[in-house]
Nanobody, 120 residues
Framework: QVQLVESGGGLVQAGGSLRLSCAAS????????IAWFRQAPGKEREFVGV????????LYADSVKGRFTVARDNVKNAGYLQMNSLKLDDTAVYYC?????????????WGQGTQVTVSS
């Protein structure tokens, strides 16, 4: 079992930055890929980005490419999502997820989510 807890969400102006953290506990975390998803009101949950278990590979949704960066620290059992040049459309609840298969949709473990609100 892996437990995930996100933090770092909040209110930010358009053009600003936020860094989300995902604290993990449990066995085998360092062998899992870490992904980030988001869900805006009235919309389906969508993939944002993923980093491989080693940190050597990343993949991003086109909507965030060049603005967002996923990272991880396997010593601290943590994942991160650095968000720059935030837009109003980035407003959503952000979730981190972990699992043994690197995909853009299914993961075995999920956090509870953290709200990010971008204002004009």
């Amino acid at each position: 079992q892996v437990q995930l807890v996100e933090s770092g969400g909040g209110l930010v102006q358009a053009g600003g930055s936020l860094r989300l953290s995902c604290a993990a506990s449990g066995r085998a975390f360092n062998s899992y890929h870490i992904a980030w998803f988001r869900q805006a009101p009235g919309k389906e949950r969508e993939f944002v980005g993923v980093i491989s278990w080693s940190g050597g590979g990343t993949l991003y949704a086109d909507s965030v490419k060049g603005r967002f960066t996923v990272a991880r620290d396997n010593v601290k059992n943590a994942g991160y999502l650095q968000m720059n040049s935030l837009k109003l459309d980035d407003t959503a609840v952000y979730y981190c997820a972990a699992g043994p298969v690197l995909t853009t949709h299914h993961y075995d473990y999920w956090g509870q989510g953290t709200q990010v609100t971008v204002s004009s």
